[in-house]
């Protein structure tokens, strides 16, 4: 590492976009992860798409609940 960096041509701001979103990876368990791939592998779709399906229900659930 440098003792001093010139940051006099920076600009500030350059790759922030407003409208990004951050996509977070999610670690799941190896047990937990082979059950989704196999509902995955069923329903034709990716992991994705079966963790959010889950997710969402789950959500709902909850939402009726309170």
Do not use: W
């Amino acid at each position: 590492m440098k003792k001093e960096y010139n940051f006099s041509t920076a600009q500030r701001g350059k790759f922030f976009r407003e409208d990004a979103t951050l996509n977070l990876p999610i670690y799941l368990e190896t047990d937990t992860r082979a059950f989704l791939e196999g509902i995955a592998a069923h329903k034709k779709k990716d992991v994705s798409t079966v963790v959010n399906e889950l997710l969402c229900s789950d959500r709902l659930i909850v939402e009726a609940a309170e």
